[in-house]
């Protein structure tokens, strides 16, 4: 069984990439197989719209013609057993490159038809991770549950497996020192508060969740 973790984050070892190591530890601890994908390491590219993922009879059809660091990626999760996405949330929504990805890997694996019907003929189990630096209630009041469940509704149906289960961290910590940076808004001693108290649960929470994909796949 294979599982890999995509950090939608330019960092390798902020908030996204330590809950989605901590996602991946879980799903070793049931003996899968794992990898944590930067895609900050990656030069490439969102969907240029050539549309040769949709055209009749060539060779193309339902495959991303772009040719770059995300090509063998993208072959890796089509063959995988299950993907663990994360993204930290930039004004309301996915950073860009997570973005770009999203682009590459769902718009060439659906048919325009009316039922958007999926070319992925297996199931491949999916879950999402978020990380923000705005409280629950912050996020609440934008809506951003509704802003993100598009992408991650849709990508359920992309691989046969229902809607995925989601992570948010909300609050986390960006600096380690709060008075070098021009950052006002936030209370250091709050962010302190959550980082020793929530990010912990979350990281658990991660874990678990790490865990029940490969459980629910055995």
Same mark, same amino acid.
Request: aromatic share 12%; proline share 5%.
């Given at each position: ?92 929504? #996915? ?44 996020? #609440? ?55 020793? #108290? ?21």
């Amino acid at each position: 069984m294979k599982i890999y973790a995509i950090n939608g984050s330019p960092r390798h070892t902020g908030n996204t990439a330590t809950l989605l190591q901590h996602a991946l530890d879980g799903a070793a601890s049931n003996g899968a197989e794992t990898e944590l994908i930067h895609l900050t390491d990656l030069q490439f590219s969102g969907c240029k719209s050539c549309f040769a993922c949709k055209l009749n009879h060539a060779p193309s059809y339902g495959k991303c013609a772009i040719r770059d660091a995300l090509t063998p990626v993208l072959e890796k999760l089509l063959e995988s057993d299950g993907i663990i996405f994360g993204t930290p949330i930039y004004f309301g929504g #996915e950073s860009g490159m997570f973005r770009n990805l999203i682009e590459r890997l769902y718009f060439a694996n659906f048919r325009y038809d009316p039922a958007h019907s999926s070319l992925i003929k297996r199931k491949i189990r999916t879950a999402f991770v978020y990380t923000m630096n705005v409280p629950q209630e912050g996020a #609440e009041q934008h809506h951003y549950g509704e802003r993100l469940r598009m992408l991650r509704a849709f990508g359920g149906h992309l691989f046969n497996s229902g809607e995925p289960p989601v992570l948010y961290a909300y609050n986390t910590k960006q600096f380690d020192d709060y008075s070098k940076y021009d950052a006002t808004l936030f209370d250091p001693a709050e962010k302190e508060r959550s980082r020793n #108290e929530q990010f912990p649960v979350d990281c658990r929470n991660a874990f678990l969740m790490g865990k029940a994909m490969t459980e629910t796949a055995l």
